[in-house]
């Protein structure tokens, strides 16, 4: 049985790359053992912004790295659209395994999302990585992802798009940065939306990208 958190395979360091190296022989949760592998955060390692997703998904689990399938390539337009430049933000998800049911024909991976207790368990790593980059600017992407930092009780309908903070009375999200936080969905949403819906659901992620990266400017 996996042990219950990813605290005990945390090495004490603020190197991303060695965070990234111990992150493999994690089982701070049973998820380990149906994904492809750990898909660590990636990007600038002084980077001022961190995007925060929700887990890896069937591309980047097996490819090792985060945001590269549709959902990557959408946010990769939607900052390119805020002036943001990509290879200067880093990039990881709230889960680093990916979660999935078998379709039940074939051998399809259908995306399932993380239950609390996977989330939580998972949440030391973040931590680590936030610890390491030190960002100015936090932008979450989902509501699992805002519920790993902001709390259960986050609602991300009522709070997108707006200047948050991290909560100063959660002992775990204890971090000695106090960086800038936007909530707003993830790129997948706008994916799943009906089509002639993701023009404007694509705008209002883009508008709030800017928003972020405008309380650092």
Known sequence: MAAQGAQDFVPDTRDVADLAA????CRGCDLYQDADQTVFGAGSRDARIVLVGEQPGDQEDRAGEPFVGPAGKLLDKALVTAGIDRTQVYVTNAVKHFKFTRAERGKRRIHKTPSRTEVVACRPWLIAELTAV???LVVLLGATAAKALLGNDFRLTAHRGEAL????????VDLDIDPQVVATVHPSSVLRGPPSDREKAFDALVADLRFAAGLIR
């Open 22 to 25: 111990a992150a493999q022989g």
């Open 134 to 136: 030190r960002p100015d």
């Open 165 to 172: 903070r991290l909560p100063a009375d959660d002992a775990a």
